[in-house]
């Protein structure tokens, strides 16, 4: 009993020692909030001195790394604007510090590319200025000034430089895992977190033994946005670890029909209970597994997928999104790119478009393969030639059978002369040569006309101009050894 009583009051006191923390952490939270909208508005009114020192005292208060980056970007403005080699210097110190507070920053490169930039700017400043002579004197004899600053160099001009806001994610306890918009992209960080976004996000956080809280954020570019959430504990609520051989195998709980809550490997609570779980990957057979969660217990699920006889078939191309792709006669694509799983044998792939002529193509799918088919789809030649000739055989054809006409009715003229006892007084009658020469006329024009038209049917039905083409990758995957902080398995890569 005495025992009990001891460990209360031991209970007690821890409980009293943290509140006043975690109030005294709040309260530099407020106060680095207020000294950050304090140099906001300072910058905007072109006070750099009074907003890079604002920017200080929030960093002060609570010692976030992009505090310090503001500093630096306040002084490198005011530089800039006035060509200030003072100014610069003091951005290039806060840039420094800035990359010591947080070595590992995202943009550590451009950061330090600004620093060689304002180092040389700052050498270019402090020389002598071509063409140096007597100092310009003031109008109305108000005694001698100095010659007016140069503009900025062409390198410090491409510059970009504004100051940021920043995101805070805070929660109570800490340590709770980030995810930003959708659970499937997996974890976005651990609380305490800070950092830059823009836009509208849905932050969810999660830890175990407590309820999962879900905050929507509008992060603003130019401010300070500062998320503190309670969580509540929750005694009903079970823990699961979910790995699998192959990392990124996407899970679905309880219902299908929702669609995947994530991918291996996955941690999160889930109520007490029965649940059922679905796992699967592309080129494996589906694991289905009931499992009953325990309250504040970790219940760990190890799945084993097994590779499934199917491949995968990538179809891509210059002008695919307009085709057609179809294997075995059915259409397995309105539109490209096209990737789906087939099962492992021969298949015929047809892709089709429009003004564009076919491929078609016998491939074999293996399993655990997928085949990469770029198609280059030729288009459809013109028929023109052979429109100019049929058009060039009518035309012959016709002549002809003027021709003809023309050689007839000389000869039936004759003929009927001659039976009325009037035959001609001449052998040499020029009727005789000029239907001699229309009969011979009309038989080369007949002559031609065939060959003109046999040419027409020939261009017509000729395969014109290059064929459609297609390159076919195939390419293994591949399961390798793969350790992670919270799995064990095996990882799938790409080779060809």
Known sequence: MQSRVVFAVWLAICALALRPAYGQSEAALKKAQAAFDQAQAEFLQGKYDEAARSFQHAYDARPFPSFLYNVAATFHTKGKKASDPVAYQKAIDAYRKYLAADPEAPDKAKVEKAIDVLEAEIKRLKGPPAGAGSPVAAPNGAGNTAPPAPPPSEEVKQLEVKVRGLVVIESEPSNATIYLDDKRKGAFGTTPWSGTLEGDHKVILEKRGYMVLE?????????????????????????????????????FIDDKTVGAVGKTPLSQNLPKGKHTFWISAEGYDEVKQEVDVIPNEVTPIRIQLKGAPVGRLNVTGPGIEGAKIAIDGKVLCERGPCQKRLPEGDHTITVTRHDYKPFSRRITIQAKTESQIRVTLAPTQSRSDAFVTFLLAAGFGGGGAYLGLQANQLRDALKKEIAAGKPPPDSNDPRFLRGKYYAIGADAAFAIAGIAALSAVYYTFRDKGAPSTGVIDVRSIALTPSIGPGYAGLGMGVSW
């Open 215 to 251: 905050k929507t954020i509008s992060a603003d570019p130019t401010k300070l946005f500062v998320l503190s959430g309670a969580m509540a504990p929750a005694s009903f609520l079970g823990w699961v670890e979910i790995t699998s051989n192959v990392p990124g195998a996407e899970i």
